[in-house]
């Protein structure tokens, strides 16, 4: 077994054994990475041109009764500023992102109580029937699958809730009592089962985290075969019980971006704020590494800072209209263009 011959595999059929992805993390080199990033953007390219989807993400309530140990909108974060936009405010955020070429509105949000089946399915009716052209994503964590069947039939198109690691051992390290993988996972199953398009996704080096965990992610990505994934490096928030703990590295973060994309071809793959938030140019450099979405920030201005899940997340201060412009310039200075589309999974593309 070699590296080489590892990335040969992935190239030609999209698939790697367990030792055979814990042997590449292991020992790559220099050189390795640089052919994985080179294969996977060529199969970006391949699959999307130079075209990069844009989703507009709408952060509504920084309210959340979970207990996650890494994130900042914790329930036991007493400093935690709480936030809650109103049905209007949600809309009127989506009315300024279609102005701008919006077609994927991402509405995000801890798990907060007030939004039940019946208010959110609301809210799911009213940005469908107003903007019908467009796709809506939710994020909102686990809700059991009688509510993502009734959001499913409102009119909900995509639903994201990473796995955020696939190991049940290691998933029991960084969540509160009662918070399983296997009930996460099923969740998973659940949603893509409804027929909603599905994301998954992990955070890369996130405490406790070894190569055999990281393994187990891409196996697990292979077989859900999600039409999303999103990854990122973990940061450390100062009011988390995991304050002291290191961030992940933009490398290997980057690594496991190009292994994804060789993995699945079609996948719907962002550049995450996350990554831009550990280097000046990381979502440029994701984009290079085989990434083909951006998610730029639509949310009040006046709120962004309280959507605070790690320390130093980029774009607080920028409206939307400067966040996509800014963007747009990002793309175009390593040659893509960020386009007007829904950007749907299209499992069933050729490559151009
Ligand atoms: N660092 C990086 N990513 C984080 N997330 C939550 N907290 C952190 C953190 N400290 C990610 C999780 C979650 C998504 C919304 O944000 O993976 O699913
Ligand atoms: Fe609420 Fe993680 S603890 S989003």
């Not at 936030?83 to 995000?108: D, M, P, W």
């Not at 996704?201 to 996130?206: A, L, R």
């Not at 973060?253 to 280097?279: S, W």
């Not at 309280?306 to 412009?325: M, P, Q, S, V």
Request: glycine letters at 8%; proline letters at 4%; aromatic letters at 8%.
């Amino acid at each position: 077994m070699t590296t080489l011959s590892i990335i040969e595999k992935l190239k030609t059929t999209h698939a790697a054994t367990r030792d055979e992805l814990i042997f590449l993390l292991d020992n790559l080199t220099d050189a390795d990475r640089e052919e994985l990033r080179r294969a996977a953007q060529a199969t970006a390219r391949a699959h999307f041109g130079n075209k990069i989807y844009i989703r507009g993400l709408i952060e509504f309530s920084s309210v959340c009764k979970n207990d996650c140990l890494y994130c900042g909108l914790r329930r036991s974060n007493r400093r935690a500023v709480r936030y809650r936009l109103t049905e209007e405010q949600i809309l009127s955020c989506c009315e300024k992102g279609y102005a701008l070429g919006f077609r994927t509105f991402v509405l995000q949000g801890g798990e907060d109580g007030f939004f039940t089946d019946e208010v959110m399915c609301g809210v799911v009716r009213r940005i469908k029937s107003r903007f019908p052209d467009c796709a809506l994503t939710l994020s909102l964590g686990e809700r059991g699958e009688d509510s993502f069947q009734k959001l499913f039939d409102a009119g909900a198109d995509r639903y994201l809730l990473r796995h955020e690691t696939a190991d049940a051992s290691h998933y029991a390290r960084l969540h509160p009592e009662g918070m399983t993988a296997q009930a996460r996972q099923a969740q998973l199953y659940a949603l893509k089962r409804i027929g909603f398009q599905t994301g998954a996704g992990f955070m890369v080096g996130s405490p406790f985290q070894t190569t055999a965990n990281l393994a187990d992610d891409l196996l697990f990505i292979k077989a859900l075969s999600p039409q999303m994934c999103g990854i990122g490096p973990f940061i450390p928030h100062k009011d988390t019980p995991f304050f002291d703990k290191p961030q992940g590295s933009l490398t290997l973060t980057l690594t496991l971006l190009a292994v994804l994309r060789l993995m699945n071809p079609p996948l719907l793959l962002p550049a995450t704020t996350a990554l831009g938030t550990i280097h000046p140019k990381g979502r440029e450099m994701g984009i290079l590494y085989g990434a083909n979405v951006v998610m730029p920030n639509l949310s009040p201005t006046e709120h962004r800072k309280d959507y605070a899940l790690y320390d130093n997340k980029i774009c607080t201060g920028d409206e939307a209209a400067e966040c996509i412009r800014c963007l747009a310039a990002r793309m175009q200075s390593i040659g893509y263009q960020i386009v007007t589309d829904r950007g749907d999974y299209r499992g069933d593309w050729q490559p151009l």
